[in-house]
C-alpha cells in the first residue's frame, strides 16, 4: 500500500509543512506546501524560502524528487524567487544565503506557458486584510 508522513513546522523561518510519498509501485517523493510571508515583510518571506530550499536540500541527499507548491507572496522579480529560481544569493542582517537546490519552475514547463507572464491570483493587500495586518513573526 501507499504510505505517507506528514511534519508541520510552526517557527516563522521553517517550512510550513510537508509529506513524504511512497506510491503502491515503491516510487518516493516529497511534498512540501507553503504560504510564504507576505512580501511587505520581506525579511519573514525570504527566511521562509531560505528554510524550503534547506530542508530540500537535506533531503536531495536520498535522491528521492521534491516538489514545492504554495503562495510565495512574491513576484518574479522579487528577491525570493531570484533566490529560488535563478539561484541569486540574498542578504539578511549581513548574512549571505545561497540557494542549494535546484529548482524547475513548473508555470514554465507547462505546455503553451513558456515566456508567458503568470496571472494574478488576489487583490493586493487583501490577504493582510484577513489577517488584520500582522506580519509573519
Known sequence: ?????????SRPDALPIWVKVQTTAGQQFYFSNTHLCVSRDLEGNQLQAIAATKFMASQAKTGVVHLLAGDLNANQTSGTIQYLL????????????????????????????AGKSRPGTIARGASEQRRGGKECR
Open 86 to 113: 535563478e539561484k541569486k544569493a540574498l542578504t539578511i542582517k549581513n548574512v549571505t544565503y545561497k540557494n542549494p537546490v535546484d529548482l524547475d519552475d513548473t508555470w514554465q514547463m507547462a505546455l503553451d506557458n
Open 1 to 9: 500500500p501507499a504510505t505517507t508522513e506528514m511534519y508541520t513546522l
